[in-house]
């Protein structure tokens, strides 16, 4: 638990973390896996769970050498634009008729988006590698319980994400759904709004909107 801020311990059920860090242990024995050990909690220590102005919700770390930073959707400024990111790219493009220079999010987490990956750990080129051995233990019950916060945006791109729906409290919270942005489903991501949504749902709460881009 040293690993995760202190604000947000008591969003962690650390029964469950005991099994998980078990396997990491041999597993980075045997593998490379991703991101670095420092950076598994990353999304969760730019601000205190009160601070969440919106969750974007991906499904595990990026699987290639120096793409994965602890932040879903996002990469070091510098490294190549992994297709799901390009394509969010245009979606703020049609939405603003601009984007972000560079690849990190790290401006957005600076200014309250919790960009949490349902797993936070990949084996070195396979994708999806940890989605079994419980990490949604973790992260889908801290998701459950921000959510009872209020004021918050989810964003719930594609069906592994949108599986999260029926657990988060809908009440004072704005749940946004759409396809994945990956290239497979981009046509149907394209063009669902939801950066300007979720901006327009702020203001109407009293919250600062999101500079985006």
């Known amino acids: 638990m040293n690993a995760i801020p202190e604000s947000w311990k008591s969003f962690v059920e650390e029964g469950s973390l005991a099994p998980i860090n078990a396997f990491l242990e041999g597993e ?41 930073e602890g932040l879903a959707f996002s990469v070091p400024d510098g490294i190549r634009t992994p297709p799901s990111l390009r394509n969010i790219k245009k979606e703020l493009e049609l939405e603003f008729g601009k984007t972000f220079a560079g690849n ?77 942005p990956s290239p497979l489903s981009a046509r149907k991501f394209l063009g669902c709004g939801h950066f300007k949504l979720a901006n327009d749902f702020l203001v109407s709460i009293g919250k600062p909107p999101i500079v985006w881009c």
């Open 104 to 180: 990190s999010l790290m401006p957005w987490a600076k200014q309250g988006v919790l960009l949490l990956n349902a797993s936070l750990t990949v084996r070195e080129g396979e994708a999806a590698s940890h989605s079994s051995i419980g990490w949604q233990n973790i992260t889908f019950p801290l998701l459950k319980k921000l959510s009872a916060q209020g004021k918050i945006v989810f964003f719930l791109w594609g069906n592994h994400a949108r599986k999260l729906a029926p657990e988060l409290e809908l009440k004072d919270n704005l749940i946004l759904e759409a396809a994945h």
């Open 28 to 68: 980075r024995a045997r593998y490379v896996v991703f991101p670095k050990e420092e950076h598994i909690y990353r999304a969760l220590s730019f601000f205190p769970p009160e601070e969440t102005k919106v969750v974007i919700l991906g499904q595990d770390p990026y699987h290639e050498p120096g793409q994965a």
